[in-house]
């Protein structure tokens, strides 16, 4: 089955760029999305098809998607946007997530 | 206001049964694809079944065939997950949630509050 792995946590200084990986086999020829968890609270999709944002989504985030590795950023990364992210993608007719990372703002 | 909530969720003993409820509302349910998802204690998240907007393509988890179904209702817009043979490594929050599919995948885009099923002797 297919699987894709992150790492368990990162951390980010206040007004720095957050970058979180997320690979996978030949995950470029697929399609990622980006979900961000807070504590609580259910999934947001911050990110589909590997670099739009939905409408809401600040424009500090952003994706991208090449080889096997797809990678979400957050540009002048604030407190508010300490939470897990986690990827997704589709792959033989099944949603498949990531693991999830822990975002720390310090 | 495009919304789910989800309903049903309790605590059962091991080899009980429950059925969750997901209630769509503000959109056109028969345009999505709808999802289970759950959540176990301090895990991370499990796609546990899909059905197509047609309700054609249905799709679960290997942990849960044979067990779980799925099944939606367009004239109530209504979602709904029979889960038979409870064990308790199904205990977890459950989330419903939609996705546009056309050609492409889109994301899970709404998604309801989650209900939580525990199970427990």
């Known amino acids: 089955s297919y699987e894709l792995t992150q790492p368990p946590s990162v951390s980010v200084s206040p007004g720095q760029t957050a970058n979180i990986p997320c690979s996978g086999d030949?995950?470029?020829?697929?399609?990622t999305c980006w979900y961000q968890q807070k504590p609580g609270q259910s999934p947001v999709l911050a990110i589909y098809?590997?670099?739009k944002r939905p409408s809401g989504i600040p424009e500090r985030f952003s994706g991208s998607n090449s080889g096997n590795t797809a990678t979400l950023t957050i540009s002048g990364t604030q407190a508010v946007d300490e939470a897990d992210y986690y990827c997704?993608?589709?792959?033989?007719?099944?949603?498949?997530f990531g693991a999830g990372t822990k975002l720390t703002v310090l | 206001q495009e919304q789910l909530v989800e309903s049903g969720g309790g605590l059962v003993k091991p080899g009980g049964s429950l059925r969750l409820s997901c209630a769509a509302s503000?959109?056109?349910?028969?345009?999505?694809?709808m999802i289970w998802i759950r959540q176990a204690p301090g895990k991370g998240l499990e796609c546990v079944s899909f059905?197509?907007?047609?309700?054609?393509?249905?799709y679960y988890a290997d942990s849960v065939k044979g067990r779980f179904t799925i099944s939606r209702d367009s004239a109530t817009n209504s979602l709904y997950l029979q889960m038979n043979s409870l064990r308790a490594e199904d205990t977890a929050v459950y989330y419903c949630a939609r996705e546009e599919v056309a050609a492409f995948h889109y994301g899970m885009d709404v998604w309801g509050q989650g209900t939580t099923v525990t199970v427990s002797s």
């Open positions: 030949k995950l470029s020829f697929k399609y």
């Open positions: 503000g959109f056109i349910f028969s345009d999505y694809y």
């Open positions: 098809q590997d670099n």
């Open positions: 059905i197509s907007s047609s309700g054609t393509t249905i």
């Open positions: 997704q993608a589709w792959d033989s007719n099944t949603a498949v």
